[in-house]
């Protein structure tokens, strides 16, 4: 990472820090922590776009029952979904948003190649990988901490990584 964006990922900690103090709701956390991490990372350029509240149906088996979610933020090419990102409120636990992930990942339309998630709730982060090759399988990345600067970098350099693959892909 370059000193800039370091400095730049300092100033989201600081910014996060500062209004962490008072009651902060899902559209904060995503303006002002996801938005620069999202941007530094290069997805507000080609070949990415960016959709909000992409609306999913999710039919339970069992019972029938459609239940219909919004996807907060989905990076996607034309030709397939990128990332899927969930985030809460600072209050909630990530466990609240992995099974809601899940379950928009489980609808990604690309079947062969594995589904990339990412739930955060402006404090702590987490990537998720969903595999439906022959089983639905899928893995959790480690907790990461906006109180280490160093999982600030890890997670922008994750994003930057994944960005790199769709663009060699292309």
Excluded: C, H
Aim: net charge neutral; hydrophobic share 45%; charged share 25%.
């Amino acid at each position: 990472m370059t000193d800039l964006e370091k400095q730049e990922l300092a100033q989201v900690k600081a910014d996060y820090l500062r209004l962490s103090k008072r009651p902060m709701l899902e559209p904060l956390v995503k303006m002002v922590v996801l938005s620069p991490l999202l941007k530094g990372a290069g997805f507000y350029r080609e070949p990415f776009f960016l959709s909000a509240k992409k609306q999913i149906k999710i039919t339970s088996e069992d019972e029938g029952t459609i239940v219909i979610g919004k996807i907060d933020i989905l990076v996607y090419t034309p030709q397939f979904w990128v990332l899927v990102i969930e985030a809460k409120r600072v209050e909630y636990s990530l466990n609240v948003g992995i099974p809601q992930i899940l379950a928009y990942m489980l609808d990604s339309p690309e079947l062969k190649q594995p589904a990339f998630g990412f739930v955060t709730n402006g404090s702590e982060f987490r990537f998720v990988k969903l595999l439906k090759i022959d089983s639905t399988q899928y893995g959790l990345s480690r907790l990461f901490s906006i109180d280490s600067e160093e999982d600030l970098y890890t997670v922008v350099s994750i994003f930057k990584r994944l960005a790199q693959l769709v663009i060699q892909q292309n």
